[in-house]
């Protein structure tokens, strides 16, 4: 079965830092979503795009937030400046048609220290 | 909100016995799809059902959907200690999937 994939699986970062958690989707897919789950907590919406811009995006993804799909292959999500809440794990994902399955990624784990 | 609802939050069960959880939603939906997570792992896709379908099924797993009172149920029969992860309702909305809170099932061997 086709993958996404994420890198790095785990990172760790010191607060105030940038980051960008990056994401391979299914290549013949057309739309590519954000999620993240803070520990013990429900998997959280932060955006969707499509047709290389933003369709939707939640109030958690604030201007720290930006995602870039720079090369037609990647699909990145940059924090400018973490904060320690940003500690949780982001998932990626990706689908064909926006009302078929999506395929996720096995999400990378992020630590604001 | 759109968000699906499971419940129970939590269910453990032994080995062999049937497990049911059922998630609730508000409006109206094109899809309805069930997920598995396993502890601090990525989210595992089960099985979708569309708006039209009443019933689904898919190994183990049966997925029930009614339009009219906005509710679907995941049954998992004859559980096996494996299938201790927790589940997740998502329904579409716009363009983004709906998360619920997730049922935690806990399959006792």
């Known amino acids: 079965e086709p993958e996404v994939t994420q890198t790095p699986s785990h990172q760790v970062t010191q607060m105030g830092q940038e980051v960008i958690l990056r994401c391979v989707p299914i290549?013949?897919?057309?739309?590519f979503y954000w999620y993240r789950q803070i520990l013990g907590q429900k998997v959280e919406f932060l955006v969707s795009f499509y047709n290389n811009e933003i369709s939707e995006k939640s109030e958690i993804f604030d201007d720290q937030f930006s995602v870039e799909r720079p090369d037609g292959s990647n699909f990145t999500l940059k924090i400018r400046s973490t904060k320690l809440e940003d500690s949780a794990m982001y998932f990626c994902?990706?689908?064909?048609?926006?009302?078929?399955?999506?395929?996720f990624g096995q999400g990378t784990r992020l630590t604001v220290v | 909100s759109q968000q699906g609802e499971e419940d129970p939050q939590a269910l453990s069960i032994q080995e062999g016995e049937n497990a049911t959880m059922n998630c609730s939603y508000k409006?109206?939906?094109?899809?309805l799809q069930w997920y598995r997570q396993n502890s601090g792992r990525g989210l595992v896709h089960l099985i979708l059902?569309?708006?039209?379908?009443r019933e689904k099924h898919s190994g183990r797993l049966r997925v029930t959907l009614d339009t009219s009172k906005k509710s679907s149920s995941l049954l998992i029969t004859a559980s096996r200690a494996a299938d201790t992860a927790s589940y997740f309702c998502?329904?579409?909305?716009?363009?983004?999937?709906?998360f619920g809170t997730g049922t935690s099932l806990t399959v006792i061997p």
């Open positions: 998502a329904t579409d909305s716009g363009n983004q999937f709906y």
């Open positions: 059902i569309r708006s039209n379908e």
């Open positions: 994902a990706s689908s064909g048609d926006r009302v078929i399955r999506a395929f």
């Open positions: 290549s013949n897919h057309l739309y």
């Open positions: 409006t109206s939906i094109n899809n």
